[in-house]
């Protein structure tokens, strides 16, 4: 697990390869990753949208922006988490994300960057 703290706001990260939807014969690679988001701060917030920055080991940079996380804009009180699950896939077996959110702080209605810490998407047997 990585985990980050930016501005009172405490992103933690752990992954899980997923051999039963990979295909390593046709270069694909899939990956699961759960984010906990817990707001450590004395404000509500929301989160309005993602950016992430995804490296392939074949040297492949990809970047994916969009609104909210799974469909969704959570707003999460102080002393509150919002966690969720999603996905990545890789032509080769090891890679890693990293990038941010943009949240809005409810009482002043302020845009701000909370950064979501660089993880590792490797495959099991890389470990050995």
């Known amino acids: ?4 703290i930016t501005q009172g706001v405490k992103i933690s990260v752990d992954t899980i390869y997923q051999d039963e939807h990979s295909n390593p014969a046709n ?5 699961a990753y759960r984010i906990e988001i817990e707001n450590l701060s004395d ?3 929301q ?7 995804i490296f392939d080991s ?11 996380v799974v469909g969704v804009q959570p707003v999460i009180e102080p002393g509150q988490s919002y966690a969720y699950v999603s996905g ?4 080769t077996d090891m890679g890693s994300m990293r990038g941010h959110y943009v949240m809005n702080r409810l009482f002043d209605d302020t845009s ?5 810490p660089e993880f590792q998407l490797i495959v099991p047997y890389k470990l050995n």
């Open 1 to 4: 697990m990585v985990t980050a």
């Open 27 to 31: 270069e694909h690679y899939m990956f």
């Open 43 to 45: 404000y509500g917030i």
């Open 47 to 53: 989160l309005m949208s993602r950016q992430w920055i």
């Open 58 to 68: 074949n040297g492949t940079l990809r970047e994916v922006e969009g609104e909210g």
């Open 88 to 91: 990545c896939n890789l032509k």
């Open 112 to 116: 701000f960057n909370v950064d979501i």
